[in-house]
Structure formats: C-alpha cells, structure tokens
T-cell receptor, first 113, second 114 residues
Framework: AQSVAQPEDQVNVAEGNPLTVKCTYS??????LFWYVQYPNRGLQFLLK??????LVKGSYGFEAEFNKSQTSFHLKKPSALVSDSALYFC???????????FGAGTRLTVKP | EAQVTQNPRYLITVTGKKLTVTCSQN?????MSWYRQDPGLGLRQIYY???????DKGDVPEGYKVSRKEKRNFPLILESPSPNQTSLYFC?????????????FGPGTRLTVT
C-alpha cells in the first residue's frame, strides 16, 4: 500500500524568504501526488498536483512542487513567503493502480513578519 | 456555487447513540470519500465510493457505515459511537477522469462522543 511522510511537524520562515515543505512517498506503481492547504476552521483546499510530464508543477498562490522520482519526493516550495501562507499543509499520494488516497500527517507552516 | 456541504458542523453525543453525518455535493462528481483528521495522524480515509451503489473501505472503516444511493449524497453512519470516534470528519468529492483526481472538501464536522 502507498504511504506518505512529511518529516517536519513545523516549519518556520520569515516573510519574504523562500520556503520548502518536504514530502516523501512510497507506492508500488506510478504515483499521483497532491498538495493541499488547510486554514483554521476550514476544509482542505487543493494547491497543485503531479500526474505526469514536467517534474516542476506550478499551483495556486505562487506555490510550486518538484517531483523527484529517484528520491521519491514531492517537496512544496515558494520563492517568497507571505504571512498569509501560514497554515497546515498536507501531501497526498494515490497509486495509479488503485483508488484510495493516503495523506501525510501535515506540516504546520508559520511565516513571521 | 460548486461546493461540498456537511451537516451538522458540530455534534456532541453519547456512547451508543446512532448518528448520521450527511454529505452532499453539487458538482456531479463520481468519487466521494470520508476522512477523519486527528492531531499528528493527518487525514485517514474511512470509506470511499467510485459511483452510485459502489463503496469500498479505506484505512479505518471499523465502526462506520456509508451508503451511496444517489450520486450527490454520501452519508456517514455511526451505528454505536464510541469515545475513540471523537474526531474532525471531512467529506470530499472529485471527478473520475484520468489525472483529474483533486478533491473538493467539505467544511468538516467536529464530533465529540462522551
């Protein structure tokens, strides 16, 4: 079965600095990979996905993620963090061979002014 | 407006009292799913449905039931709730097209079982 690891519970960055939220995955076949964001008292919102093609995927709010097959990683990045980016971020994976989803435990991003 | 709705948003109940959390989507999505969110564990899938009358177990199905009689609705049923089912529950839906699997999430239902 597939699995996802987000090795950092918490990431702190200063506003204007680049940010990275890490994600590694394990699947038996080819992965579909996703990033979602959760703001306080809200449901999850889709940010971006990797299905196939270019390893660098661009998404909402200036976020991007790089798919690295050899390292089985899909790290989320943004060149310049905003205070409003502070939220809980989830990486998710689905094996193309089956239909269930696996989410990571989440990483809380705090951007300080 | 395209959305997933859940009711109720907050529920406090007692052990053993049957309850149902409703979920409805207005996007004509084939795929629907229920998750529970617990601190440090992220989201864990309870059940999912690929279409009407087709449901499958996720990671943590014990103690839960679902049904998919209509495409738009996917209720979650707790026949005999227990305190370990206290959690934040999310319903989600998506299309089933190659590559189009991003999910739309409801606002969540916070359940407390005493």
């Amino acid at each position: 079965a597939q699995s996802v690891a987000q090795p950092e519970d918490q990431v702190n960055v200063a506003e204007g600095n680049p940010l990275t939220v890490k994600c590694t995955y394990s699947v038996s076949g080819n992965p579909y990979l996703f990033w979602y964001v959760q703001y306080p008292n809200r449901g999850l919102q889709f940010l971006l996905k990797y299905i196939t093609g270019d390893n660098l995927v661009k998404g909402s709010y200036g976020f991007e993620a790089e798919f690295n097959k050899s390292q089985t990683s899909f790290h989320l990045k943004k060149p310049s963090a905003l205070v409003s980016d502070s939220a809980l971020y989830f990486c998710a994976v689905r094996d193309q061979e089956n239909n269930d989803m696996r989410f990571g435990a989440g990483t809380r991003l705090t951007v300080k002014p | 407006e395209a959305q997933v709705t859940q009711n109720p948003r907050y529920l406090i109940t007692v052990t053993g009292k049957k309850l149902t959390v409703t979920c409805s989507q207005n996007m004509n999505h084939e795929y629907m799913s229920w998750y529970r969110q617990d601190p440090g564990l992220g989201l864990r899938q309870i059940y999912y449905s690929m279409n009407v009358e087709v449901t499958d177990k996720g990671d943590v199905p014990e103690g839960y039931k679902v049904s998919r009689k209509e495409k738009r609705n996917f209720p979650l049923i707790l026949e005999s709730p227990s305190p370990n089912q206290t959690s934040l529950y999310f319903c989600a839906s998506s299309l089933i097209l190659a590559g189009s699997y991003e999910q739309y999430f409801g606002p969540g239902t916070r359940l407390t079982v005493t």
